[in-house]
């Protein structure tokens, strides 16, 4: 019986753009102020000028840990696990009611058009939600878990 290979594929920045776009869920890792990690599971999605967004509320640790150092990383997985990357960026916390735009394009790019803007908006400002938007800096390769090569034929 052949085994699955594990794969690592070193891809380009367009290519991870077009692998991260239909995947929603990942886990965010923040520094926490003894420079520890803190890690959460997020819904993503990635913005028009190629950013990964997470909505989330400022008090969440993972805001609070943004908004100090904005160094962050997320394992970006699809919905079966298998494959995934990690990304690596600089963060910024956008608070609501600043930049709707930005919940709106976060909305869209993740769930398509929303029957009411005015009421998604509202429900942002009244919620006191924020968006955590990374921009990002480096990433590794897009990794499908498996055997070993050296054992894929036993």
């Known amino acids: 019986m052949t085994r699955k290979i594990a794969r690592a594929d070193r ?4 290519e991870l753009i077009e692998f991260l776009r239909p995947r ?9 102020r003894d420079g520890s990690p803190q ?17 989330t509320y400022p008090e969440r640790a993972k ?4 908004r100090r150092d904005p160094r962050v990383s997320l394992c970006v ?4 696990w ?8 600089t963060a910024e916390v956008i608070d609501a009611p600043h930049g709707l ?11 398509g058009e929303h029957p009411d803007w005015d009421e998604y ?10 968006l955590i938007r990374v921009t990002i800096d480096s990433w590794g390769p897009v990794a499908t878990g498996g055997f070993p090569a050296r054992l894929a034929q036993g």
């Not at 599971?41 to 913005?47: I, L, Q, R």
């Not at 805001?63 to 943004?66: L, M, S």
């Not at 997985?77 to 079966?80: F, I, L, N, P, T």
Request: net charge neutral.
């Open 11 to 14: 891809v380009s920045r367009a």
């Open 24 to 32: 929603h869920h990942a886990i965010l890792a923040t520094r926490r």
């Open 39 to 55: 890690m959460s599971p997020v819904t993503c999605g990635v913005d028009d000028s190629g950013r990964v967004v997470v909505s």
């Open 63 to 66: 805001a609070r840990n943004a």
């Open 77 to 80: 997985v699809s919905d079966e």
């Open 82 to 89: 298998d494959p995934w990357v990690q990304v690596d960026g």
């Open 101 to 111: 735009d930005a919940f709106v394009e976060y909305y869209r790019n993740i769930a």
């Open 121 to 130: 908006r509202a429900a942002m400002v009244a919620q006191g939600k924020c």
